[in-house]
């Protein structure tokens, strides 16, 4: 080859970081001269290895038991990292012309983000632990029967009147609000009980360009900061 081997598979490294993302480990192992030493690696923070770690005890065994002679490659195989984090592993054995090898390509896929999702997922089936999430809202009770007297007051129309008011205090467009002044109005808001309505929340979310869930998030937070301050 017109190219040192090895410097093929250091670009593959690099290359295969990049297009497979952070969740994969990709790692060139030199066994030449029985270095058997990484000589390049991407998203080394999976493993926490980096330039000129040795192979692990697992993968010197397998070298000793000559696994390469039989196969190219062993796919799919659990191997576990600092921390006692499993992660599924692939080795691809490079070789020489002469069929000895010289070298490792590996690639370690973590799936810890990917378990964390699918377990967000099945509480929405099995929500036991969200229960204590639930939020319940009413007004109260002299709200209650001033409409129940009046039905004419248009709650509606002056919750619309207040929400702008406040907004209008930062002089800023809405578009332009950052998550903090966006959460310093929905302060302002829930001091002034606005969220008793429950006409309010679409209002209010539409009015910040964020979703009902999002608001719902702020006002929870909000609550546990000022149920602190009282506890204090």
């Known amino acids: 080859m017109s190219k040192n081997i090895m410097l093929h598979y250091t670009e593959l490294v690099q290359f295969l970081g990049e297009t497979l993302g952070p969740d994969y480990e990709v790692v060139l192992f030199d066994l030449r001269n029985n270095k058997n030493e990484i000589i390049a690696i991407s998203n080394g923070l999976i493993s926490n290895r980096s330039i000129g770690d040795s192979i692990t005890d697992y993968m010197q065994e397998n070298l000793k038991d000559k696994d390469y002679k ?9 191997g576990i990292v600092r921390g006692n984090k499993f992660i599924r592993c692939s080795t691809k054995y490079i070789k020489d012309e002469s069929n000895e090898i010289i070298g490792l390509l590996c690639i370690n896929f973590d799936d810890s983000r990917y378990e964390k999702i699918s377990s967000d997922i099945l509480k929405l089936c099995h929500p036991d632990d969200l229960v204590e999430n639930v939020i319940f809202e009413k007004a109260d009770d002299s709200l209650i029967a001033e409409t ?13 009147r207040l929400i702008d008011d406040i907004i209008s205090t930062i002089n800023k467009p809405v578009s332009m609000l950052s ?36 608001l719902y998030r702020y006002i929870t937070n909000l609550d546990k900061v000022n149920k602190n301050n009282t506890d204090i």
């Open 70 to 78: 039989f196969t190219d490659y062993r796919a799919n195989y659990r």
């Open 148 to 160: 129940a007297e009046n039905l004419d007051i248009k709650i509606t129309d002056v919750a619309v």
């Open 179 to 214: 998550k903090k002044e966006k959460v310093e109005i929905v302060s302002l808001l829930n001091s002034k009980k606005i969220f008793q309505l429950k006409s309010s929340i679409p209002l209010v979310a539409k009015k910040l360009s964020i979703s009902e869930a999002t």
